[in-house]
């Protein structure tokens, strides 16, 4: 890598664990900074994790936490419309080219697309993992017998 290219810059809004587990996959080789307003979350992030402790729904927590050069955005919130919300801060304030949302609710996915949001749907993503590991299974119950 060209040491004189920045690395790609991800804002991980989240107040749920998810969010410590992304930073921590994505800390190598990418400039990612953590906004939770969850202490537990926070301190479940390597010590040398970026992190920016308060709400972020709140314009100037995002500003804090470098939304005005982010290039991507994950939001993971316990409600989607906290997440709407922080997608349109970061869609009207910081001019996020890329905004990812995790839904927990899929009928959602219309008003966060309408908005230009990339949409990932939690209890589908969740649904299709324990299939896996249900079929995994089974086939390991089958082998046995």
């Known amino acids: 890598m060209d040491d004189d290219i920045d690395p790609p810059s991800v804002l991980v809004i989240s107040d749920r664990y998810v969010g410590s587990a ?10 990612v900074c953590l906004v939770t307003d969850h202490d537990g979350v926070a301190g479940q992030t390597p010590d040398d ?22 290039d991507i955005a994950l939001i993971s919130m316990q ?3 906290g997440a709407f919300l922080v997608t ?7 001019d996020v080219e890329t905004v990812v949302v995790v839904l ?7 008003a966060f697309e309408s908005v230009g ?10 649904a299709a993992e324990l299939e896996r590991t249900v079929e995994t299974a089974f086939k390991t119950l089958e082998t046995a017998k």
């Not at 994790?49 to 982010?70: F, H, I, K, M, W």
């Not at 349109?88 to 910081?94: H, I, K, P």
């Open 22 to 31: 992304v930073v921590t996959t994505l800390g190598r080789g990418t400039d």
């Open 49 to 70: 994790a970026r992190v920016v402790v308060g709400d972020g729904r709140e314009r100037a927590v995002l500003r804090d936490a470098g939304a005005q050069t982010t």
């Open 79 to 81: 409600t989607d419309h």
């Open 88 to 94: 349109q801060l970061l869609r009207t304030q910081f």
């Open 104 to 110: 927990n609710d899929p009928q959602h996915r219309p």
């Open 117 to 126: 949001s990339e949409v990932v749907c939690g209890s589908q993503v969740l």
